[in-house]
């Protein structure tokens, strides 16, 4: 059977994890109980806040950032030298994508400017909208970039895809089954007004596009690691740097895979993730047959040496960290782990990086509030911002100065920002 980048994106949960974790949680803002010193050779800021999953509630993210104290009533940074991470999954399922991405490229140069610093990461969703899996975006979100070209470019859109999806069909032969062409009505259904505009703007070339490629997947400040999913110790044995660099390297890869194929006109800028390796499995078996002596049952050149390889590569994506579930981005086993396998496991990774305490979003306890797990080791810091999309959700921030770290929420009534005793065993 043939595994395709749907089927592994299908096994990837969908909501928030609700697995009974015997999680005691008797209250939901810890304190630890011991200061640890910075990691060596990493600057230890005053003060960092961490926020975790924003899912385009742009309007929640202000308002949680204005309690937390980092942005005055014109979203401007007041946070002076507070250095701001977020840890990644700002982009679908919220209305409001491109004003998180807007607010947030605009505050990192606030920041810097004052003195202070803007951490943005990439998180399982950024991945996927950047090598074309839209699934999860929003269609109020996609019609956020439409404009009065929109239809005529959406119709000229269909054109080109029909013209490239002929070109497919025409090298079809008995060992290469025809591909499956979508009619038109279900092509515009599949991409309404905005679609190619975002596709386009989260390109390689675009101006959302450019910025996301220069995000980092993990980031060490200090004496904490900060990650979208996690890092699994039995699977990454890379440093911080050497895994920003793997997941750049990754989507430079997607990249070069699309011109590769756009250019020998077998897929289109806006062709979705499915469609892309389609177009590649199809392209190997071109090879193949050619390799084989069968070249004149189809037409055209086969693939260069180079390009053959860069094609076989992207096969395998699904082992990659842009969509592996062990990976950084998706990985979830500080959520799963038992008290004991974290004990041991957490050790591992804290020794490997040289800090103290982990902090990751990507997985939502069922409690919906910020959990440690592991004696403080980990942070869990998704909550669902998302309240319309995630029943219960509610906005909040790490707040972590030495060794005092507290949780915000963005209701006053909720915990507000006290400290509380040192976690209870989970």
């Known amino acids: 059977m043939t595994v395709t980048p749907s089927m592994l994106l299908r096994c990837a949960p969908r909501g928030r994890l609700r697995a009974a974790l015997g999680l005691a949680l008797g209250a939901a803002l810890y304190l630890l109980a011991a200061a640890v010193s910075a990691a060596p050779g990493v600057a230890a800021p005053e003060r960092v806040v961490a926020v975790g999953d924003v899912h385009g509630d742009h309007d929640a993210l202000v308002r949680l950032l204005a309690r937390a104290g980092l942005l005055d009533m014109g979203r401007r940074w007041v946070g002076g030298r507070t250095v701001l991470v977020q840890t990644g999954d700002y982009l679908d399922r919220g209305a409001q994508v491109r004003e998180v991405l807007d607010l947030l490229m605009g505050l990192q140069s606030q920041a810097a400017a004052a003195g202070g610093q803007v951490v943005v990461l990439l998180g399982n969703h950024e991945a996927m909208n950047l090598v074309g899996e839209l699934r999860d975006v929003a269609p109020e979100a996609l019609a956020a970039f439409a404009d009065e070209a929109s239809t005529q470019r959406r119709e000229d859109a269909l054109k080109a895809y029909q013209r490239v999806m002929g070109r497919q069909v025409s090298v079809s032969r008995p060992a290469l089954s025809p591909p499956t062409v979508l009619s038109p009505k279900d092509w515009l259904g599949a991409h309404p007004l905005g679609d190619v505009e975002y596709r386009e703007a989260l390109g390689p070339d675009g101006r959302y596009g450019k910025w996301l490629r220069e995000r980092p997947a993990a980031a060490q400040i200090g004496d904490t690691l900060f990650v979208h999913g996690g890092i699994d110790p039995g699977f990454v044995k890379q440093s911080v740097e050497e895994v920003n660099g793997q997941v750049r390297d990754e989507l430079q890869r997607v990249d070069r895979v699309r011109r590769v ?3 020998r006109g077998r897929a289109l800028p806006f062709s979705t993730l499915q469609e892309l390796f389609d ?9 193949e047959a050619v390799a084989d002596g069968r070249a004149d049952e189809y037409t055209g050149p086969s693939l260069g ?27 979830r086993g500080y959520a799963t782990w038992s008290s004991e396998e974290g004990a041991t496991r957490m050790a591992a990774v804290l020794e490997r990086h040289g800090v103290a305490r982990v902090v990751v979003g990507h ?5 919906l509030r910020v959990t440690p797990r592991f004696g403080g080791r980990v942070f869990l810091i998704d909550t669902g911002m998302l309240s319309s999309y995630y029943k219960g959700g509610r906005a909040s921030a790490l707040d972590i100065q030495g060794a005092d770290v507290r949780v915000i929420y963005e209701e006053a009534n909720a915990e507000g920002s006290s400290p509380a005793a040192a976690p209870k065993p989970s």
Do not use: C, H, K
């Not at 860069?310 to 981005?329: A, H, M, T």
């Not at 997985?363 to 409690?367: A, E, G, I, L, N």
């Open 363 to 367: 997985t939502m306890m069922t409690s």
């Open 305 to 331: 040496p180079g390009d053959l390889r860069l094609v076989q590569d992207f096969l395998r994506i699904g082992s990659w960290y842009l969509l592996n579930p062990n990976g950084p981005l998706w990985f």
């Open 279 to 287: 177009a590649a499995r199809r392209e190997l078996m071109i090879a």
């Open 261 to 263: 194929l756009v250019d």
